[in-house]
């Protein structure tokens, strides 16, 4: 009896420890959404419900435009309330002055998002349908491209706008092994253990593609020392992790200069334009968006270590809610034929 409980003990703390290292692993792994993606030049990452939850006394209903109020109607599915996550994998045009522009998409959707309504929206709208591994991909016209989308899980939503299939069709053999913790792009692979832990949003390689404006990056009104194509690990995640509070947000932004010379230049580069910053808001009249933006500026950092330059700065969450309501619009996302131009 002695020897069956001790083995029986034993069993149990096995189980214990695998099922422990199963959950640790799973921690360290890239959100599934974001190992969907296909192979990209640049991936962002949004956790909405954290985000939404911490911010949801101080943010207002935004107005909605007659067509997006139709879509609201006819599929039960309003985009700001029922969307938890999204991931975007960003690629490169050969011909930056094609339909696409500089950049095409590939997008994973999860929330309350899915459901006949929209497969009947989907259906009335598209133009072409395909079934690839008993999903359908529905082709809606869009602005002179093809936007893409399918349903492959009861919660989960993919859009493209990439000239080909193939990237959603890479969506759609990744769902197959989404269990896997460790698989996705190589992109990931790469970069994502150089995202901070509790991270609500975080975006990995040439996230600058669609910021850069005659090749420069432009945020803000001003002109980064960057190129589109830099590798940068951009971050945001809570200053104070705090359960049920969220006063302020913590940004970082890191660079990988081609050499350490280079990160030198690009520091110095930046520290100037965080000065001249600071000079051009002082005069701004004092608002909730212009005093978020004023201190934004005030506690950035930029910092340089061999070949990477680091961004750092502190957000007031007030600053995103009087964002969001000075918008007072349907988020991006709007229909999934207009969300992914």
Known sequence: M???????????????????LAIFLRSKAPPEAARLLPESDGIVYIDLKPIRAFLRKDLKPPQRVPEYQQFVDATGIDWERDLDQVA???HRMQDPNGPNGPVAYSMVLVGKITGRKLNDWLDAHATARESYLGKTIYSIPSDGRTVRVAQIGYDTLVVSNTPTPEQIHSIIDRHRTAALPFAGSSLLERH???????????????????????GAIRIFGFSLPLQPDSTIIASVAPALPVPGSLS?????????????????SQAASLATLVTLARGFTAPLADNTANNGLKELLK????????ECVIVTATLPTGFLAKLAESENAPPAA???GGGAN
């Open 334 to 336: 709007a229909q999934p």
């Open 299 to 306: 506690t950035a950092e930029v910092t340089q270590h061999r």
């Open 248 to 264: 302020a947000l913590r940004l970082k932004v890191e660079e990988i200069a081609p050499t350490p010379d280079d990160a030198v």
């Open 88 to 90: 975007i994998g960003l």
């Open 192 to 214: 994502y253990h150089d995202v901070p832990l509790l991270s609500l949003a975080w975006g990995v390689g040439q996230i600058g593609l669609p910021f850069s404006e005659s």
């Open 2 to 20: 002695h020897r069956r409980t001790r083995r029986t003990l034993l069993i149990v703390a096995a189980i214990l420890v695998l099922l422990g």
